[in-house]
């Protein structure tokens, strides 16, 4: 592996591992970003458009809430980079003070357009490329189609940390491509080997205009090619990154994505922050903070509120789904202990109500609720690995 | 006009009159319900499902929200009423412990189905019962289709009675025939004297099952005819009604809605709280409450909210609409007076690019910030009122 001449020091960034948990892989840590420190395991909520789906930043400090990401891909097609950043950067514009992470872009690129995008990182598609707005895809970059104007854009290494680092926040992604499930190995190694030269283009382009506000993480490419997936997870310690991210398709099982994320992990570099890019059930939190992952991020808590479910501690499946009949005269609330409106103050009779009466503020007590449950699995996750004890928590939560 | 002969004290409200205006008929009076007292002019913001659109009770209080109504005709379709009075009744239901009132369900019935109030009670249809919901009005009362399961439903004044006690709202309204827009005066007249009769009967129900917990307005009818209002008037008066409502056709245009209201008032019972039912434009704020009218309620705040419009004090036509490409980087809040987040922490080209996005979050801030603008305007009103300075401050808010 050809090494980088790169260097990197993040001045305002930093990541201390604070405990180890002696069984297992999991671990306590605190990551600093000029936006305030957090201690992880963390949860990292989606703000896809510069907006938390109908939970304002009040509503997500109520529900105990760390860390928020946004979306390169949509915020560079609406309200475009240039607009936030005169605005005064994503912090300012949406009114959110804490620490903030962007995605390079890539995945919804490369994997989605405008779509469903757990059905492809998972694997529950087939078909490769499925995807009208990809144009083309070339060692410069990629070109598609906007869906919000049609427009053609080019997307490469550079472009992708110009937006980010317009959009400010605190913690970037390298670009690279993610490549979809069923591809096979050859295209898979090749495509890694150019997420890794387009890697290093990130942090050169990074390294032109840093001013220590941010700090970009590497992401571990190879789909389910445990070799491939070595290879790039030592590219990535060999890097100046600040933080390592896994990526790319995960395979299409729970055993598949629990092997893809243990052949990565033992070859990433040990003191960085690792971020697991948009996996984020309860049942994953449990598995994959022991294999040693940071952050989480993903869609669900607020995109299973708007269709009316409920992230529950102790209930089979994870979740309750409000909609069902047998709420209809339920007048007890969601969680009385998360002492927030949303999950204290309604019975689950009224929210029933409002999902049957497609009432928004359904969706709105749902998200914030779904949140805060989050944000009480990570806090209860860290005290027990702090206490040696999430064996019986899983228990607790998982039944 | 025949006398009735039913007695109701209504122990637990009262409407004391404070203080009047020298040159108008404006007035600040003191509404006390088993929920609270409010101070009047006010506002009743509406929460048609037990909702108000995407604004949880908290950000109604966080608004200065002091009163809002729930409609009869949707909640008797879904939940249905007994489901909310085993649920304890709608304050506890929706969460919200302040004063509330429902009206009869009749204005819907008639004039709507399930579709824009507003063109009608303002005249701007002129389709007369342009309803296929609506199957037949007999002096029993009026049978129509659910336009929640399709099921045929009979509303009398008895049954719209026993669903507001069910319900359980402070404020009740007696059941009545909202005509349409360009019926003839002889419709209107032997309507508004079935009106009359059933306001008799819905006054009879009501007693039956009077425990104090509730309080029943009359309403005045009689369409355009001022001499059909007179009389509608003088027959609220003289039953024992707690408050005196203003129903109805109001005419085609601003002047023709001041001439109805106009012919109304003086011969309503001036002791009793007046509300103006489905009005309540700033505009029309200010030249009713000249006429002594004490209460309005509208959609508009929340429905405006939802098609990007904010109210604003001293703009031209009282609104903006932040769809509009001026905002884009229009980096002003609303409305920082307000005190809110809503109104101060994002800037308007903020909520321009989440219109723009379609994202939820829109709705929740311009809603919270409309209920907060038209509270900001009641406050004002009154103090206004008190100071004798209503000429000045119509000024200061329509430009």
Known sequence: MQHGDIVLTYPNFSFDIKHCDSKTQARIGELKTPHGTIET????????KASVKNVSPCQLKEARTDIILANTY?????????LIEKMGGLHKFMNWNGPM??????????????GTMANEIKGKSNKGYDNKSL???????CVFKSYFDGKTIKLTPEYAMEIQRKLGADLLMQFDECTPYHVDKEYTARSMEMSIRWGDRSLAEFKRHDNGAQAVYGIVQGGVYSDLRQYSAEYTKDRPFFGTAIGG???GS?????????????????????????IGQIKDVFRFVR???????????????????AFMKGVRGETINLKNAKYREDNTPLDESLDIPASRDFSKAYIHHLLKANELLATQ?????NIATMNKLMREVREAIKSGTLDSLEREWLV
């Open 74 to 82: 949509h915020l560079m097609l609406q309200p475009g980079a240039d």
């Open 291 to 309: 294999l040693g992952i940071d952050t989480f991020d993903c869609v669900i808590p607020t995109r299973l509120a708007r269709h009316g479910t």
């Open 365 to 369: 007590i749902l998200a914030q609720h």
């Open 249 to 251: 398709c995960l395979g």
């Open 41 to 48: 395991p963390n949860y990292i909520f989606c703000g896809t």
């Open 101 to 114: 992470l962007t995605d390079s872009g890539g995945f919804q690129v490369f994997s989605l357009g405008e």
């Open 135 to 141: 144009l083309s895809i070339s060692e410069e970059g």
């Open 254 to 278: 729970d055993q598949e994505m629990y092997d893809v994320v243990a052949s990565s992990t033992p070859h990433i570099h040990p003191s960085r922050p690792v971020h697991f890019l948009g």
